[in-house]
Each structure stands twice: as structure tokens, then as C-alpha cells.
């Protein structure tokens, strides 16, 4: 019966972001590792079901270990300089080998539609080709890279219009030039000049690590540019593929991708679960957009209890009426960034006797520990102060350290308006704080 409960309620909290996604374009991009070691077949099932949420989906898979594969059955060395293969013709025709073979296995597994499996009733149409144009990469610092290259340009008319049909649009590692060559190119460059060109809405990269790392080895749940800016400068030293797609994620949301993601390949199902809870499980990296503070009105309604559902459950919140929630609205305040809301409290003034009470301060999990709490406090701080107020008390049953820190004094509960007072819940037995607006 409870994992029932869990399921019932992770679908229902999973639907604001079914609503969002519909219609969106994702590319996630994914190198030759996930076929060859049978990851993608799980993976196959993410995808299906993504595809028929009604997201619009473009694959880019890379296919080093079949290329190694084949350069070794032939006897041919492998050639690399800073991370980047130099394609020589043994190595282009290994290349476009190993592509073609795994654009092929990759299309057959997306074709299945086994009864009583999740690919059951699939109607995966996939649809490759030359979507993207590539030019030499040339000879740089005394190294002829000879068929290895670089993006040129994305056809993004032709791609969108495969994704309009209902298509799934898979690209291998590869550029055409007009004169007819072809070029070896990295999947990190190719996922990102596509996602770039259509202005998708996510770009996924699947990686051998879990994300980033801060100093602790813990991972870094959100990052945005200037951060990851700074990440990069430092040089990043975690695992072999991330100093190449960190990069590129930057680029990406400086190009006006909305959202890109880092994710452990190697976690099943690591794509909904980065997706459709609100914690994720890799790294995200938005752009540097500045968080909004406004008042709430009754759109942010869903928002808002996005934000405090959680820390009802958990017992950090006191659970509020849904009714009384919509008559009460304007006594919130939310905090949005690119335009979800990401935070929110309320400030409830008991004029008589100078004073308010701070309530439902919270932040989402990923937004945490980055200052934003404090933004919200003080803002109420400061919103209590223009009213003439003299003090701002609240009740915390789990939190009174962090307010306290803040210049909270815990008191008795005698200490609050007589009206509060009377609606005390003493089975709860939260904490009174109080704080002295004076002049700040």
C-alpha cells in the first residue's frame, strides 16, 4: 500500500512537467558506450515514453569504442591529440563503419514493440540524413587533423520539419561538406550546434560520470553559467568525458538553450528521474537569468505548491488549505526564476499590535543554499518595516537554527497576538521567533 501511495503521488507531481514538455524539443546526446555495453535497451523505453508525453526528440550518439574496435581488428593506431582523433582515411573509414552500423542498431531497438513489455504499442518512426554540414578542422599547431572536423551549419528547417511529422531524428558523429567529403566530428559539438540551431528547450548529455562535483565530491545539483564559467577556467579534472561537455553545456545556454543537463549513464532511468522529480539526479545548468521577486496572484497557485507540498509532507510545513490558500493569495510573495516559481512566503499582519507573522518561507531543494532564503526574509523584513511594524515573529518546528542565525530570538508563545495565540497548536509544539524590525 505506501509504494502505492509513492506512486500515485510522484505521477501526480509529475504532471506540471508532462504539461511543460509537450511540444518541447530535447536533444540528448549519448556516446557509443550505451549501446555497446546494452544500456540502451532500458534506455529505448525512457525514450518511447518520452516520445509519447508528445516531446520532440533528437538523438546524437558517438561510436568511439566501435571505431577503437575496428582500427584494432585492421592494425591502425589510434591517433589522438587534446581529446580530439586525428582522422586519417584507415580511421575515416572506420568512422563511417562503426556510424553506420550503430545508426542501424540504434534504429532497430527503437523499432520494438514487444507485448506486455514498455515498448509495447511503440510507433517509433526514426529518420537520419544529412542534417549537418561540417568544414575541416584543419592542421592546428603543427597537427594535420585531415578528416576530422568541425560544425559548419545545422539544417534546422529539415530537422524540424522530421519532428513535426512525429519523426525521431537521430544524427551520428558525422558533417558533409558541399564539395562531398565527409567528416569525422565529436558528438558533444554535433548535440550542441543542433540543440543551439533548433533553440531547444533541453539539451541531455548522458555521461560515464554522475555530474559535477563540488569540493566535497558532492554533486552539484544546479550550476549557471558564470559558475560553470568558472569551473571550466579552474580546469575540470573529473573523469574523462566532463572537461569535454562542460564546455560545450556553457555554449549551449549562452546560445539560448533553456536548459541543459548532465547525467550518469549509468542510472537506470536517469532520464525521468532528471526530468519529472523535482530533485533531479544530475548537474543542471541554466543561464545566468536574474530571479524575480513579485506578488503572488492565483496562477502562481500551482507553483506555490509545487514549492511547499513536499515540506508538508515531511512535517517542516504546517498543511495548508487549498481553499483558504486562494483567499489568502495576496498575502504571498513569490520568487521565480525563468519564470517558474522557485520560492515563496507570506506575511500576515496584526496591525493592533504592530507586528506580523513570517509564514510558508520555503525554497525548492535545487535552489537551496544559494542565498535565496535570505532574499525572501528579508523581503518580508523589509515589507514589514514600510507597514510600521515593530516586530515579525513566526513558528518552526525544524527550522528555528536558520532563523535564529538570522536575528530570530525564540520566545514563549506569549509573546504573540492574542488572536494567535488562541489558534496555537500545542500538539505541534513549534518554536515561537521573534524578530525587532527597529530601522534595520
Request: include cysteine.
Amino acid at each position: 500500500m505506501k509504494h502505492s501511495q509513492d506512486f500515485v503521488a510522484w505521477f501526480r507531481a509529475a504532471a506540471p512537467y508532462i504539461h511543460a514538455f509537450r511540444g518541447s524539443t530535447f536533444v540528448v546526446a549519448f556516446g557509443g558506450e550505451v549501446v555497446s555495453d546494452g544500456t540502451f535497451v532500458a534506455l529505448t523505453h525512457d525514450i518511447n515514453l518520452l516520445h509519447s508525453l508528445g516531446v520532440r526528440l533528437v538523438l546524437v550518439h558517438g561510436a568511439r569504442p566501435q571505431t577503437e574496435a575496428r582500427l584494432q581488428q585492421r592494425g591502425h593506431d589510434t591517433h589522438v591529440v587534446d581529446g580530439v582523433r586525428v582522422t586519417d582515411v584507415h580511421a575515416l573509414d572506420c568512422v563511417i563503419e562503426a556510424a553506420g552500423s550503430l545508426g542501424v542498431e540504434i534504429s532497430a531497438l527503437l523499432s520494438m514493440g514487444v507485448a506486455e513489455s514498455p515498448m509495447a504499442g511503440a510507433r517509433l518512426r526514426v529518420t537520419s540524413g544529412n542534417f549537418v554540414t561540417a568544414r575541416p578542422l584543419g592542421v592546428v599547431e603543427g597537427v594535420d587533423f585531415h578528416y576530422t572536423g568541425r560544425v559548419r551549419k545545422v539544417d534546422a528547417e529539415g530537422i524540424q520539419r522530421r519532428l513535426a511529422d512525429g519523426e525521431l531524428v537521430l544524427l551520428p558523429p558525422l558533417g558533409y561538406s558541399p564539395t562531398g567529403e565527409v567528416y569525422n566530428l565529436t558528438l558533444e559539438e554535433v548535440a550542441t550546434a543542433v540543440a543551439v540551431a533548433l533553440q531547444a528547450v533541453k539539451l541531455i548529455f548522458l555521461m560515464d560520470t554522475p555530474g559535477l562535483l563540488d569540493g566535497q565530491g558532492q554533486l552539484v545539483k544546479t550550476l549557471t553559467v558564470a559558475q560553470a564559467l568558472s569551473v571550466v577556467s579552474r580546469g575540470v579534472s573529473q573523469g574523462e568525458d566532463l572537461p569535454y561537455y562542460l564546455p560545450c553545456a556553457v555554449r549551449a545556454c549562452q546560445e539560448g538553450v533553456a536548459r541543459v543537463h548532465l547525467l550518469d549513464r549509468h542510472h537506470d532511468g536517469a532520464l525521468l528521474l532528471e526530468l519529472f522529480t523535482p530533485q533531479g539526479i544530475g548537474t543542471l545548468l541554466t543561464p545566468d537569468i536574474e530571479d524575480v521577486l513579485r506578488p503572488a496572484t492565483l496562477e502562481d497557485i500551482p507553483g506555490i505548491l509545487a514549492v511547499i507540498e513536499p515540506l508538508e509532507m515531511e512535517g517542516a510545513l504546517v498543511k495548508r488549505d487549498r481553499v483558504l490558500l486562494e483567499t489568502e493569495i495576496d498575502r504571498f510573495t513569490v520568487l521565480l526564476h525563468a519564470g517558474q516559481v522557485i520560492g515563496c512566503v507570506a506575511l500576515y499582519p496584526y496591525l493592533d499590535e504592530h507586528c506580523a507573522e513570517m509564514a510558508c518561507l520555503a525554497v525548492m531543494p535545487e535552489y537551496r543554499n544559494q542565498g535565496r532564503g535570505d532574499v525572501l526574509m528579508n523581503y518580508g523584513v523589509e515589507i514589514g518595516r514600510s507597514l510600521g511594524l515593530e516586530r515579525l515573529f513566526l513558528l518552526s518546528a525544524r527550522t528555528g537554527q536558520w532563523f535564529a542565525e538570522r536575528g530570530f530570538v525564540e520566545t514563549d508563545v506569549s509573546a504573540l497576538p492574542t488572536m494567535r495565540q488562541q489558534m496555537y497548536n500545542y500538539r505541534r509544539r513549534s518554536k515561537v521567533f521573534v524578530k525587532s524590525l527597529g530601522r534595520g
